[in-house]
């Protein structure tokens, strides 16, 4: 049972929008940055969205991130069936002073 | 280009120990905040510890206080995950990474399994 919400999974045409949710409580999400993370078969995770909103280079805009009280969404605009793999959200939780994750979610590209 | 390589991993049995380390290069180690993740066959990704610039805070996740030590060398760029009474549940590929706010991992390595069985 994560600390973090996220649906185990997602699908979406190629080119359309998905997004992926992330709830959380007021000791992790409502007070502390957001991360999200992709994780392509086989390979390590991939920084996609930092500090709730922000691309680190090399991210196309395709993807975004947003916040609000407690929970986080990440969107991915214009599916490619490259984009085929898990997502994670992210952040501290300052009552368990430990870092969290979400159980992940899987996105399908129909 | 940012590069953090795990070593150190393998097959130990339930009470034993391992340390995992990981070599960072092309950047200053010594003024970033660092961490181990972990990830069980199939399952998702779990904060392990983390470990700040000097060293003086470390945290670590419930299930291996006691257990686990992380540790840092800037005259090696390297980081350390001292592993003790190893228990089949710790089976898992651990990630180093490269922190930032609210332990936001910017960089990972590839990845190292450690398995813990008879």
């Known amino acids: 049972q994560s600390v973090l919400t996220q649906p185990p999974s997602v699908s979406a045409a190629p080119g359309q929008k998905v997004t992926i949710s992330c709830s959380g409580t007021s000791s992790n999400i409502g007070s502390n940055y957001v991360s999200w993370y992709q994780q392509l078969p086989g390979t390590a995770p991939k920084l996609l969205i930092y500090e709730n909103n922000q691309r680190p280079s090399g991210i196309p805009d395709r993807f975004s991130g947003s916040k609000s009280g407690t929970s986080a969404t990440l969107g991915i605009t214009g599916l490619q069936t490259g984009d085929e793999a898990d997502y994670y959200c992210a952040t501290w939780d300052s009552s368990l002073s430990e870092g969290v994750f979400g159980g992940g979610t899987k996105l399908t590209v129909l | 280009e940012v590069q953090l390589v795990e070593s150190g991993g393998g097959l130990v049995q339930p009470g034993g120990s391992l340390r995992l380390s990981c070599a960072a290069s092309?950047?200053?180690?010594?003024?970033?905040?660092m961490g181990w993740v972990r990830q069980a066959p199939g399952k998702g990704l779990e904060w392990v510890a983390h470990?700040?610039?000097?060293?003086?805070?470390?945290k670590y996740v419930d299930s291996v206080k006691g257990r686990f030590t992380i540790s840092r060398d800037d005259a090696k760029n390297s980081l350390y995950l001292q592993m003790s009474s190893l228990r089949a549940e710790d089976t898992a590929v651990y990630y180093c990474?490269?922190?930032?706010?609210?332990?936001?991992?910017?960089?990972w390595g590839q990845g190292n399994l450690v398995t813990v069985s008879t």
């Open positions: 092309g950047f200053t180690f010594s003024n970033y905040w």
């Open positions: 470990i700040n610039q000097n060293g003086g805070e470390k």
């Open positions: 990474a490269r922190l930032g706010s609210s332990i936001t991992c910017h960089y």
